[in-house]
């Protein structure tokens, strides 16, 4: 999917596979590769309501 310069774009990742429920609490890492840049970005684990 190809952006134009400004845009957003928004992914919810449903089940990841490295985030479990020992991991809530802690801050997590996840890192998204584009063709262009690397973004990483840290967040706090929370329980599902």
């Known amino acids: ?3 134009k310069s400004g845009w957003t774009i928004v992914i919810y990742v449903m089940n990841p ?7 809530v609490g802690p ?5 998204v590769f584009t063709s262009n840049a690397q ?9 599902a309501q």
């Open 17 to 23: 596979d490295s985030i479990a429920l020992n991991d």
């Open 27 to 31: 801050t997590v890492g996840t890192t």
């Open 1 to 3: 999917m190809t952006l």
């Open 39 to 47: 973004y990483y970005k840290e967040a706090n684990v929370e329980a």
